[in-house]
């Protein structure tokens, strides 16, 4: 009877292939280096394939800070301290000042540092401001905000606080807005457009399954096409190809379960990866790359520790 099809109908769980309504669907504004993201991190993404490094990140009950450790392991076996990194989501909490957080407190293996923090107000609710400084030069101070208040819309804009050469290093913004579920827009912009030098721009599209992005930058001189198709909940693939003045490039490669990986680039360069989690917070990540005209192998490990 038709109340008998309604109850096995009701009881038959959605479909979970990516061409389901909702796979991509409901994408809010992205940045605008990230637009084309959804592809590049299956091309880009837990890569290994050269050297051996161990990341470490611990949690404190200090603030909820979290101090991160990497550590580079050179050809002939030494140990050397590539980055140390502190978060502390609120360093002023103690002060009954929430919505400041310090992002990242960083020291290289060069000694050089990185301060980036943001700031939140519960009377501008969408407006985070920012704040970066490598703590050694003031021209490298820089303040911005980023705003989210808008429907459908992310506005950045940052500026540094001390006279630049480079016009181009005065300012920087960049604006996307989601007309539809399906569709994303943007523009990003530095000193230079006081000019009259032209802003990069940027489309990506949704699809069922399917996803496609395009940037076009340098005046379009330069663009940047990218796609990706979802055949399953567990296979993944994705193409990019760059074009400008110096040539074109192309990578294609596809990710399973997001775990293991593979990509080829136009150059003939093979590039495989596979992760494998030994116990909670125990990651290993490992990869090769071989170059067919060159004919050369490299490989490489990873241990995460959190």
């Known amino acids: 009877s ?25 994408m809010a504004p992205v940045k605008f280096d990230d637009i084309p993201k959804v592809a590049t991190e299956v091309l880009n993404d837990d890569y290994q394939v050269s050297g051996y490094v161990l ?32 978060k502390i989501p609120a360093p002023l909490a103690t002060f009954g000042m929430g919505g400041h957080c310090i992002d990242k407190l960083e020291m290289d293996k060069a000694g050089k540092f990185k301060l980036e923090t943001t700031s939140s107000y519960q009377n501008y609710p969408g407006l985070k401001v920012n704040c970066k400084s490598d703590l050694v030069d003031k021209s490298s101070i820089s303040v911005g905000c980023t705003y989210t208040g808008l429907k459908d819309t992310q506005l950045k804009f940052e500026g540094r ?11 920087n913004g960049e604006a996307t807005y989601s007309f539809c579920p399906a569709a994303t ?6 000193g230079l457009i006081l000019g009259g030098l032209l802003p990069d721009v940027g489309l990506r599209l949704v699809s069922g399954p399917l996803f496609c992005s ?17 055949a399953n909940p567990d296979l993944r693939c994705a193409a990019v190809c760059n074009y400008s003045k110096k040539g074109t490039n192309v990578t294609v490669g596809c990710s399973y379960k997001g775990l293991y990986k593979v990509k080829v680039t136009q150059d003939q360069t093979i590039s495989c990866s596979a992760k494998h989690a030994v116990a909670k917070g125990f ?24």
């Open 2 to 26: 038709s109340s008998q099809a309604n109850q096995r109908s009701a009881s038959k769980p959605p479909s979970t292939h990516p061409s389901a309504k909702g796979s991509f669907a409901a």
């Open 55 to 86: 990341k470490a990140k611990q949690k404190t009950k200090m603030g909820n800070s979290v101090l991160s450790t990497q550590v580079d392991f050179q050809d002939k076996g030494t140990a050397t301290p590539a980055k140390l990194a502190w």
């Open 161 to 171: 606080l001390f006279r630049q050469k480079d016009m181009s290093q005065v300012c």
């Open 185 to 190: 827009c943007g523009l990003k912009f530095n």
């Open 214 to 230: 395009v940037l076009a930058k340098e005046e379009f001189k330069s663009f940047s096409a990218a796609a990706h198709y979802k």
């Open 283 to 306: 990651t290993l990540l490992g990869g090769a790359s071989y170059s067919v005209p060159k004919g050369s192998l490299s490989y490489g490990l990873q241990l995460s520790i959190e």
